[in-house]
């Protein structure tokens, strides 16, 4: 059974930083390609970063320089380190993982990020 796991959301105040956290199971981790794409309310889902099974990474640009992803192939883990927080970075968080090549596309279940003072 595939599982992605979320955890690290919560609320912050503008500046501050989050780790967030993506535990992946029942699929083989280092052949996906992980990504966190987020989705505020009334607005569509983005990608915000992306970490192949390569090592190559790619960003949002509104993230660029504030975000980090990192995966750990060893823990079957995600991470998004998030620095310098903005209220526009307020959104329900979400795993991804995908192997485009054989058609598979998981999600977790969110979890919800909230920068406010």
């Known amino acids: 059974q595939v599982q992605l796991v979320e955890s690290g959301g919560g609320l912050v105040q503008p500046g501050g930083s989050l780790r967030l956290s993506c535990a992946a199971s029942g699929f083989t981790f280092r052949f996906y390609a992980m990504g966190w794409y987020r989705q505020a309310p009334g607005k569509q889902r983005e990608l915000v970063a992306a970490?192949?099974?390569?090592?190559?990474?790619n960003y949002a640009n509104s993230v660029k320089g504030r975000f980090t992803i990192s995966r750990d192939n060893a823990e079957n883990t995600v991470y998004l380190q998030m620095n310098s927080l903005k209220p526009e970075d307020t959104a329900v968080y979400y795993c991804?993982?995908?192997?485009?090549?054989?058609?598979?596309?998981?999600w977790g279940q969110g979890t919800q990020v909230t920068v406010s003072s």
């Open positions: 991804n993982a995908a192997w485009i090549g054989v058609g598979n596309n998981y």
């Open positions: 970490v192949a099974s390569t090592g190559t990474t």
